[in-house]
């Protein structure tokens, strides 16, 4: 009884050996959704850029005496309002310049709001409290696409006790605007009547590439796409879908596409971890 229960644990190892070296040989390849590794040329986000003011700070603003930039901005800003502001006396506490940034998403449409990024440009210690006068947007083109304005929110604080010590948590300079931005400008883009469309891959690769124009052509059925470089698949709007190209972006970004990895091995110098890819070989 004792060989045969040792026979039959040995066999049992060789089956299990033999199971999990076939399952090493196998090759496995991942897949993803087309969505997922490739984008659309065109549909893309636009960077906006402002300098703006903000005012109401309790104290924490630029000096004016080296901040010469807030200065003259202050004065700009009170002459427009008809205030006669030129005074080398002006030593206002509460005001600092800052930069304004935002992000334009694609097919935005006039009228809808964005969050802003508020950032401090002087030598303010801390825009808490403050609000952002009205700041125009601009694009890389140096068009005004939007116009910011409303009360900063911070998420870092700076506090200072009697006997002189201080503590400061996050960053008190650097605040965001949610929905603080007005859209009043538009990018053209006429989307639908496009007689072709270009997917760029996040990760250029030949055979990626070719392997995303043959699942197009074999879902489609028809011979519209192909690659022209390892970075981009061109498709031809069919027939079919002519005036609702949002319909074939649907039925095409959800094609699972089976991407090829390139023999790679990661090493995590904090961590120890190393992580060594499918087509390794030593």
């Known amino acids: 009884m004792t060989r ?36 659309v040329q065109g549909v893309r986000d636009n960077l906006l850029v402002g300098y ?23 004065i700009a800003m009170l002459e427009r309002l008809g205030v006669n502001a030129r005074d080398d006396k002006l030593d206002a506490k509460n005001i600092a310049a800052v930069m304004v ?20 440009l002087g030598s303010s210690s801390s825009l808490q409290g403050g609000t952002l006068l009205v700041t125009p947007l601009m694009g890389a083109d140096g068009e005004v696409y939007s116009v910011a304005q409303g009360s900063v929110a911070i998420a870092g604080f700076q506090a200072q006790g009697a006997s002189g010590s201080s503590v400061t948590r996050g960053v008190p300079t650097v605040g965001r605007i949610a929905s603080g931005a007005i859209v009043e400008r538009e990018l053209s883009f006429d989307f639908n009547n496009l007689n072709s469309i ?26 519209v796409a192909f690659p ?55």
Request: net charge positive; hydrophobic share 40%; proline share 5%.
């Open 52 to 74: 703006g003011l903000v005012v109401g700070l309790n104290g924490t603003g630029d000096k004016l005496s080296s901040a010469m930039f807030t200065r003259e901005s202050l």
């Open 101 to 120: 940034t935002a992000t334009l998403p694609p097919f935005t449409r006039q009228g809808s709001r964005i969050d802003v990024t508020v950032s401090a």
């Open 198 to 223: 270009n997917l760029s891959l996040r990760n250029p690769d030949f055979t990626t590439a070719d392997r995303i124009a043959q699942t197009i052509n074999k879902a489609l059925k028809q011979g």
């Open 228 to 282: 022209t470089d390892p970075a981009t698949v061109t498709v031809q709007v069919p027939s079919s879908y002519k005036q609702n190209l949002v319909a074939m972006i649907t039925d095409i970004e959800q094609l699972p596409i089976e991407v090829d990895q390139p023999a790679k091995v990661v090493i995590d110098e904090q961590s120890g971890v190393i992580v060594i890819g499918q087509n390794v070989r030593i």
């Open 4 to 39: 045969i229960s040792h026979l039959k644990r040995f066999t049992t190892m060789l089956l299990s050996l033999s199971l999990i070296l076939t399952g090493w040989s196998t090759p496995a390849h991942a897949s993803a959704r087309l969505k997922d590794i490739a984008n």
